[in-house]
């Protein structure tokens, strides 16, 4: 029985890494009595993905993993016994079969709160007709036009609100906007990454 599962990651646990994640969710999954499948071969693990996970530092409340379970349990009764096993931090929104495949994420909404008011600067950089810089990937580095991953945004003093591609190489990391944006601005100030939805190309919630 596959099941995916959106969960939200507060401030609390915003440097718990990808990897510690995965052991709070099998740790979880033992002390709640929940039976996952897993893998065949020498070093057999539970069965299940997390889909874009979030990066360290960051708020969400759109994670989302998929877990094989052995037990056909009710929706509503793995949520609540996730919820009572997860440490603080964590939080089981909902659970549900997955609609979406992982192929299919095309944008993600983000908040990025600033320390400072930045509204003027935001709206200056964010209307520019292109702003090219060098973007570093594991295999490459290449120049590319950040505006072009920005799909929308709306400013309201410190907070912006944007939606960036997520689409495989034409994604952009709202940390590497923010970075861009600050040291083009000159500005010294910390900021805060929130992720609030994911969507489909079609501009749907991706279940």
Known sequence: MKKRIR??????V???SHLDTL??????????KLQPVYSEGFNPHPKMTFLLP???GFTSEYELVDIDFSDNLPEEELKSRLNEALPEGFHVLSVYD??????????????????QEVSQKLYEFLN??????????KRKSRDVDILKFIKSFEINSDILSICLCANGEN???????SDEFLKWAGIDTEYHIHRSKIYTADKRAFF
């Open 7 to 12: 969960y939200e990651k507060t401030e609390a």
């Open 14 to 16: 915003s440097l718990v």
């Open 23 to 32: 052991r709070v969710f099998i740790r979880a999954m033992r002390r709640a």
């Open 54 to 56: 979030i990066s360290v």
């Open 98 to 115: 997955g609609v979406h495949k992982i192929n299919q994420i095309d944008s993600v909404d983000y908040t990025i709160t600033y320390e």
């Open 128 to 137: 520019q007709p292109a702003y090219i810089t060098v973007k570093k990937s």
């Open 171 to 177: 994604s952009l990391n709202p940390k590497f906007f």
